[in-house]
């Protein structure tokens, strides 16, 4: 890769987008799937006129936004399946926010069971809150997953693009 051109430079920073997009799902500080999308976007815009690389942003973003429904639409199914309540999860995300700047980094996901279990606690008692917290993380490692893959579908479509385009 020539770094010597504009297009050069546009690629590397495209490219760094869509890596730290990648990074970014599994640090949810980061808008991992939005970033990774964007790497391409720029791509796209700022390249070379090839109408290729319009193919590719219209393939990557049709995958992104069908990863960002299947995130939410999977994972909500099934805790709604089993009985947890959307307040649970607002009380998760929450906390798990105030968390993140308590204890950084790992603050985010103690403070997300903290507030699903405290919800489910009140709700059902102790018996029966940890379960339901359990079902809980398992959807929220299951959305994470699933935007783990989706940016990285993005990613992979970007460097089929390269090779194409």
């Known amino acids: 890769m020539d770094l010597s ?9 495209s490219g760094l987008a869509i890596a730290v997009g990648i990074v970014g799902v599994v640090i949810p500080v980061l808008p991992g799937l939005l970033l990774s999308w964007a790497g391409v976007l720029l791509w796209a815009l700022l390249g070379s006129d090839s109408a290729g690389r319009w ?11 069908g990863g960002a429904a299947v995130k939410y639409l999977v994972p909500g199914k099934r805790l709604k399946s089993v009985g947890v ?4 999860l ?8 105030i968390g993140f700047f308590v204890i950084p980094v790992i603050g985010i996901v103690i403070g997300f069971v903290l ?8 709700r059902l008692g ?5 379960p339901s917290t359990k079902h809980a993380l398992a959807a929220a490692g299951m959305a994470m997953l699933i ?3 989706t940016a990285l579908a993005v990613g992979v479509i970007w460097v089929f693009g390269l090779l194409l385009t």
Not at 115 to 122: K, N, R, T
Not at 126 to 130: D, N, Y
């Open 85 to 88: 309540p959307n307040t649970a």
């Open 55 to 65: 193919v590719v942003l219209a393939v990557a973003t049709l995958v992104a936004l």
């Open 147 to 149: 935007e783990f893959t």
């Open 115 to 122: 507030g699903v279990y405290l919800v489910e606690l009140q």
């Open 5 to 13: 051109d504009s297009h050069g430079v546009i690629t590397l920073i």
């Open 126 to 130: 102790h018996e029966r809150a940890w």
């Open 90 to 97: 607002f009380a998760g995300g929450v906390l798990g926010v």
